[in-house]
Nanobody, 128 residues
């Protein structure tokens, strides 16, 4: 079993920055990839970014590319999402997810059903 705990959310003005963290724990944490997704009220959950755990290759959704950066610290079993130039439309609950079942294509890693464990989420609110 793997537990994921997000932190770092909050209220920020447009143009500001936040750094989300996702700490993983469990008997043995061995993940192929970690992802960040978000869900705004009344909307479907959408992909934000993903990173392969061993190599550190990344993929970002077009609507956050150039503003958000996903990273990880293997020694700390923690993934991060650095969010800069935040916009009101970035307001959502942000969830991290872990895929432990093995490799997958980048296309697959943009789908939430390709992940095995999820954190409880952290609220990000961007005011205009």
């Amino acid at each position: 079993q793997v537990q994921l705990v997000e932190s770092g959310g909050g209220l920020v003005q447009a143009g500001g920055s936040l750094r989300l963290s996702c700490a993983a724990s469990g008997r043995t944490f061995s993940s192929y990839a970690m992802g960040w997704f978000r869900q705004a009220p009344g909307k479907d959950r959408e992909f934000v970014a993903a990173i392969t755990w061993s190599v550190g290759n990344t993929k970002h959704a077009d609507y956050v590319k150039g503003r958000f950066t996903i990273s990880r610290d293997n020694a700390k079993n923690t993934a991060y999402l650095q969010m800069n130039s935040l916009k009101p439309e970035d307001t959502a609950v942000y969830h991290c997810a872990a895929r432990v079942r093995g490799s997958a294509s980048w296309n697959a890693l943009t789908r939430d059903n390709e992940y095995d464990y999820w954190g409880q989420g952290t609220q990000v609110t961007v005011s205009s």
